[in-house]
């Protein structure tokens, strides 16, 4: 299958996401200035998992599939779950906590399922699935993360340290589309199912939502 196969898969699938997409209550009550910090706190608890679940995540994806183009793409991600780890640091300080304090409050329920998704799809997917979502994706998450950076520094007053983590995400790596691109082609080329790909960039796009919908639960 041509890379156009794959683009063409990569349209459907945006389109498909794009059908389900609504507002952002969390972002848009952090834009305003009119989030609790407590909310803030419910973030970095979060996110603290998320990441290290993903970095795991990805990193079984690249034991999965090794060989060029999915490894490498793979092991690029984990690597920048890595780097992001120690970016949440500086933001949790801003909040007053520790890594640990963070880590001994129960998480929700409902803004772990991203992850929670991410690792089933790692463990018994395929390596089109998880390049597919991510691709389809990380454009909306980036610019989420784009608008908490804005909104912490104009409306809360942090530093650029303690944005970090959020500006670290707010832009792909560079060459991320075509590594994903080809790793999606290569993967119909050997076989896979381009239906299970769709509903998995569709299920990974619910499961964001997910999160942020229970972050401003209540509000």
Same mark, same amino acid.
């Given at each position: ?27 848009? #009550?952090?834009?305003? %200035? ?6 803030? !706190? ?8 998320? !990441? ?5 995540? $990805?990193?079984?994806? /690249?034991?999965?599939?090794?060989d060029p183009p999915s490894g490498?793409?793979?092991?690029? +991600?984990?690597? %920048? ?9 500086? $933001?949790?300080?801003?909040?007053g906590e520790s890594e640990k ?12 399922? &991203?992850?929670?998704? #991410?690792?089933?799809?790692? /463990?018994? %997917? ?5 390049? #597919?979502?991510? #691709? ?8 989420? @993360? ?7 520094? %104009?409306?809360?007053? $942090?530093p650029e340290e303690a944005v /970090?983590?959020?500006? $670290? ?12 691109? /080809? !790793? ?15 509903? @998995?960039?569709? +299920?990974?796009?619910? &499961? ?12």
């Open positions: 299958m041509s890379d156009r196969d794959a683009a063409g898969l990569v349209a459907r699938a945006r389109r498909e996401v794009e059908a389900g997409a609504g507002g952002n209550r969390f972002l848009d #009550l952090l834009e305003a %200035g009119d989030l609790p910090r407590e909310r803030l !706190v419910w973030m970095a608890v979060e996110e603290y998992r998320i !990441v290290r679940s993903d970095q795991r995540s $990805f990193a079984l994806l /690249a034991a999965r599939y090794p490498d793409l793979f092991l690029e +991600l984990a690597q %920048g779950e890595g780097r992001a780890l120690n970016l949440l640091d500086g $933001f949790a300080a801003a909040l304090n963070l880590n001994a409050r129960d998480p929700l329920p409902f803004a772990q399922a &991203y992850p929670a998704h #991410l690792a089933q799809r790692a /463990a018994f %997917g395929t390596a089109t699935e998880v390049a #597919l979502a991510m #691709l389809v994706n990380l454009e909306e998450w980036g610019g989420y @993360c784009a608008r908490t950076a804005h909104a912490l520094r %104009g409306r809360y007053g $942090f /970090a983590f959020f500006s $670290f995400f707010a832009e792909p790596p560079p060459g991320f589309g075509e590594r994903a691109l /080809a !790793v999606v082609a290569a993967g119909l080329d050997a076989g896979d199912d381009p239906v299970e790909a769709v509903r @998995c960039a569709r +299920l990974t796009h619910a &499961y964001e939502t997910a999160f942020w919908e229970a972050l401003a639960a209540g509000l």
